[in-house]
Structure formats: C-alpha cells, structure tokens
C-alpha cells in the first residue's frame, strides 16, 4: 500500500490562491481547499488555527503574485512607469478575483497607503522613476503615488464593473496623469 502523500501548510495555501483566483477569496473555507488538496478538512485545520488564517496567507500570497505581475517590464509600452500602471489595469482586467481579494477587502487595515506605496512592494520602481523623471527619491514617491491612483481608479472601476477595456484610453489618461504631476513638480514647485 503506498504511503499517503502529507498535506503541507504551503500546499494548502496554493490551494487557497488558487480558489481566491479562480472563483473568489469569499470561497475559501475547510471544504472548498481539502477538496482542491484531495484530502480530508483535517490537515487544513491542523496547519491553521481558523480559516481567517488561511485567507490571510492565501492574501500574502496574492500580494506576491501581484508585485510580480505589475514589475515585471517587458518594455511593451514607452516609458516603464507607462507599462507599471497599465500593468495594474490589465491585472484587474486578467485576476479580477484576485484584484478583488487584494484591494477590495479588509487585510491592509492598519496599513497606510504611504507605507504601501514606499514599502518594498514598489521600492525597486523608484530608481527607474527617478531616472525616466529626472528627479530626486521624494518626487519619485509623489510621481507614483498621484499616478497610482489615478490608475488604481481605472482598475477598480473594470474590476467590479465588466466595463470593456480600452487599452488606447487608458493609456491616454495615464500618460496625461504622467504629464500633469510632472508639469506640477518642476514647473510649480508643488508636490
């Protein structure tokens, strides 16, 4: 008889990214990932106290998943912040469950967007900025976090709305939102 192949605490986080990606985080429970394991709802109890834990390091995981995703550059698009933020969209347009997890739940809670934004989620994109921008660290910061959100806007309203993506428009209101930031910094002083 062949031995039982041992559920691990990493297994059954896949497990749950990959019920959050394929049919919503709101579906992770003890059943829907024993199922997805092929196993009892014993090993994921034993590895996690509640299931709450298992949503939150399935949300990790999604985190992960999510920075990579965004920076990773092909240098499909003129200017790599250009394809940063475009890379955001087509992520809520391509994960919308996961997008959904992300950024429409409760587990940055406590977390500011500053800290988000500057932590080491993005930290490898301020160098880039600077460079492309021509502008110190704490520009950078304040380029990226007015188009942020501005972009964040636009993926939200795909996510949580089937609206039809328009990669032309979204391109133009993320270069004007580029544009615009960077006439407010070095023409005015302001930011």
């Not at 949300?59 to 920076?71: P, Q």
């Not at 800290?115 to 950078?140: C, H, Y």
């Not at 993926?155 to 328009?166: F, I, P, R, T």
């Amino acid at each position: 008889m062949p031995a039982i192949a041992k559920v691990t605490k990493e297994m059954i986080i896949d497990a749950a990214f990959e019920i959050a990606k394929e049919i919503g985080a709101e579906n992770i429970n003890a059943r829907t990932v024993s199922q997805k394991l092929g196993c009892s709802t014993q090993p994921v109890l034993y590895h996690f106290k509640t299931i709450e834990d298992v949503r939150m390091a399935a949300h990790r995981k999604a985190g992960e998943f999510y920075i990579n995703y965004v920076t990773n550059l092909s240098g499909k698009y003129e200017r790599p912040m250009l394809e940063v933020g475009m890379r955001h969209i087509q992520f809520a347009v391509e994960e919308t469950n996961l997008f959904r997890f992300l950024f429409h739940s409760n587990y940055y809670t406590g977390v500011s967007l500053s800290d988000w934004l500057t932590g080491k989620n993005f930290d490898s994109l301020f160098p880039i900025l600077e460079r492309q921008a021509k502008v110190d660290k704490q520009q950078a910061y304040n380029i990226f976090s007015q188009i942020f959100l501005v972009t964040h806007g636009i993926a939200s309203l795909l996510a949580n709305n089937a609206m039809a993506y328009d990669e032309a428009y979204c391109i133009k209101t993320l270069s004007n939102a580029y544009f615009g930031t960077m006439h407010l910094i070095k023409d005015r002083g302001l930011l």
